[in-house]
C-alpha cells in the first residue's frame, strides 16, 4: 500500500496540511504494524465555531449526544457518536467504571496536531443518584455510563478542535484506516460550513393552556413530607435531609434539547450547563450552579454549595437578602453540615486541603447560595473515579449522615431521582476531568417534560419556606420551555 499515492488523489481537509498529514500517515502505519491497539482518536484544530450550533445542526436522536459548557470560563464541549459504552450498577460501580476505562485506555492509540489536556481519547456522562437503576421514567439511562464519542468539538478559550474516534479492526489496511479518518474529518468540514459562528435564537415556545400555573401542584403532599423529616430529625435518626420534588409538564411543542440549552447558558453564565441524550432515549439536561469535583493532574477542587435565598428586585433589596442569608442560622447550620463531610470525605486521597473560613455567596440569575471553595493536593495513588465515590452524594443533595438519610429520601419523595443531582461531567485519558451536580435539571421525553428540586431540610426548617425555595429552583427550567406562572 502506497498513502502518498491515496493522499494524491484525495482532497485534504481544511484541518490538514501536508506536513501533518504525513505525521498522520506515519502514525497510521506504525498503528496497524503494531496490532495492539482496539481504537484510536484523531485530533486536529478547526475553525472558529459555536459547539451548540455545530451539535445543532449534527442533531441526530437516534444515537450518544452530549453537551457541556461552562459559559464564564469560555469552556465547552459537543459531542455524538459512540465509540463505545462503559456501564456498571451497584455499590462498586465506581471503582468497576475506572477499571474499565483503564482498560480501553490502554487499547486506543491516540494522534494529535494540537495541544490540549482534552485532545484525545474523552470519556463522557455521568451516574445516576442511587447504586441502582431501573425504573420506566429512565429506560434509557443506566446506573453508571460512560461513552468514547465518534467525533468531538473542544473550545477552551481561543482553543478550537475536532476529535474523532474510530474502531481499529483487526487486519484493517493502512490506506482502509487512513480513508476513514479522511472522510470522517471531511464529514465535520461539511458541517462547519454550513453552520454559522453565531447561534441564532430559537423561536418562543407556547405553554399549553393547561400547564400554566405548574409550581402550584402539590404543595401539601410535599409539605406534609418536609414535616415528617424535621420528626425524624427531633428523634436523632439523622441531621439533615434533602428532599426533592418532580414536576411534569407537556413539552407544548416539541423543541430540541439544545434550543433549551442555548437558553440557558444566556441566562446563567456562572453554572454549567449539560446534556446527556443516550441513543435513542430521552435527555437530561439543566444548568447546575454546583461542582462536584475537577481534576488537573494532582490537584482537585470541590465546593459546598448549600444555604439559598432569592435575588432581590432592586441592589438594595439584594444585598439586605443576603445578608439574611449570611447571619442565618439555618442556612449557616446547613452550610456546615457540607463543608465538614467533603473534608473527612477526601481526608484519606488528600496530602493537604484547603478552603476559606467564612462562606462566600454565589449569585445567580434568581437564587443566590452560601459558597465555600474546597482544594486539594492529592496523593499519587488517587484517582478521578475513586474520589468521585467518595464525595457523591455530598449533605447538599443527600442527607447527613448518608446510611441513615437514604432509605428516608426513598420512602418520603414519591418519583425515581434517576440522574437527578448525580455526578456528571467527563474525563480525559490524561488524567483531567470534571463532574457537576445534576440539579436545576429535567428529563425531556418526547411528550413531557419532567423537573426536579430540592433542599435541605434541618431541625429549625420551615415547610412553606422550604416550598417556595423549591419553586425557585424550577424556574430556570420551566422558562426554558417557556412555561409561565
Known amino acids: 500500500m502506497d498513502t502518498d499515492l491515496l493522499s494524491d488523489k484525495m482532497e485534504l481537509p481544511l484541518q490538514l496540511d ?4 504525513e505525521q498522520l500517515k506515519t502514525f497510521i502505519e506504525e498503528l496497524v504494524r503494531r496490532e495492539n491497539n482496539s481504537y484510536a482518536t484523531f485530533s486536529v484544530p478547526v475553525g472558529t465555531i459555536d459547539p451548540l450550533s455545530f451539535l445543532e445542526r449534527n442533531w441526530d436522536s437516534k444515537t450518544f449526544q452530549y453537551y457541556w459548557e461552562k459559559p464564564s470560563d469560555h469552556f465547552a464541549m459537543a459531542a455524538s457518536g459512540q465509540l463505545l459504552q462503559l456501564s456498571a450498577r451497584g455499590t462498586d460501580r465506581f471503582a468497576d467504571m475506572h477499571r474499565r476505562q483503564q482498560s480501553v485506555r490502554e487499547a486506543t492509540a491516540s494522534f494529535s496536531s494540537v495541544f490540549h489536556p482534552c485532545a484525545g481519547l474523552m470519556f463522557l456522562g455521568g451516574f445516576s443518584f442511587f447504586d441502582e437503576l431501573d425504573h420506566a421514567d429512565w429506560h434509557s439511562f443506566e ?15 481561543n482553543h478550537l478542535s475536532a476529535t474523532v474516534a474510530l474502531d481499529v479492526r483487526p487486519h484493517q489496511t493502512t490506506d482502509a484506516l487512513y480513508t476513514e479518518v479522511i472522510k470522517q474529518l471531511h464529514h465535520i468540514d461539511r458541517i462547519l460550513s454550513n453552520t454559522s459562528k453565531q447561534y441564532s435564537s430559537p423561536g ?8 400554566t400555573g405548574p409550581l402550584k401542584r402539590d404543595s401539601e403532599a410535599w409539605m406534609s413530607s418536609v414535616q415528617e423529616a424535621r420528626e425524624q430529625i427531633r428523634k436523632k435518626t439523622f441531621k439533615k435531609i434533602v428532599l426533592a420534588r418532580r414536576l411534569s409538564v407537556p413539552r407544548g411543542e416539541s423543541v430540541r434539547p439544545t434550543a433549551l440549552l442555548h437558553r440557558l447558558r444566556r441566562q446563567y453564565q456562572n453554572c454549567c450547563c449539560f446534556l446527556i441524550h443516550p441513543p435513542c432515549g430521552d435527555s437530561f439536561l439543566g444548568a447546575t450552579p454546583e461542582q462536584l469535583v475537577a481534576f488537573q493532574h494532582d490537584f482537585l477542587r470541590t465546593e459546598a454549595l448549600a444555604g439559598s435565598m432569592e435575588r432581590g428586585e432592586t441592589a438594595m433589596e439584594d444585598i439586605d437578602l443576603e445578608n439574611d442569608l449570611s447571619v442565618s442560622a439555618k442556612n449557616q447550620h446547613e452550610h456546615q453540615f457540607v463543608v465538614r463531610d467533603i473534608e473527612q470525605r477526601l481526608q484519606p486521597f488528600a496530602r493537604s486541603i484547603h478552603r476559606s473560613d467564612r462562606p462566600r455567596v454565589k449569585k445567580l440569575l434568581n437564587v443566590q447560595h452560601l459558597y465555600t471553595p474546597i482544594q486539594a493536593d492529592l496523593k499519587p495513588e488517587a484517582t478521578v473515579l475513586s474520589i468521585l465515590g467518595q464525595l457523591h452524594p455530598t449533605p447538599a443533595v443527600g442527607g447527613y449522615p448518608w446510611e441513615q438519610a437514604a432509605p428516608f429520601i426513598r420512602e418520603l419523595e414519591d418519583f425515581e431521582r434517576g440522574w437527578y443531582a448525580g455526578p456528571v461531567g467527563w474525563l480525559s485519558a490524561s488524567g483531567s476531568g470534571e463532574f457537576a451536580v445534576g440539579i436545576r435539571s429535567g428529563l425531556l421525553s418526547d411528550t413531557q417534560a419532567h423537573f426536579f428540586a430540592g433542599c435541605g431540610i434541618v431541625a429549625n426548617s420551615d415547610p412553606q419556606s422550604e416550598w417556595e425555595e423549591t419553586n425557585l429552583k424550577l424556574k430556570p427550567m420551566l422558562s426554558a420551555l417557556r412555561y409561565e406562572d
Do not use: F, K
Open 143 to 157: 446506573a453508571a455510563s460512560l461513552t468514547v464519542p465518534r467525533w468531538l468539538i473542544l473550545q477552551d478559550g
Open 204 to 211: 418562543a415556545v407556547t405553554a399549553d393552556p393547561a400547564s
Open 18 to 21: 501536508r506536513e501533518t498529514d
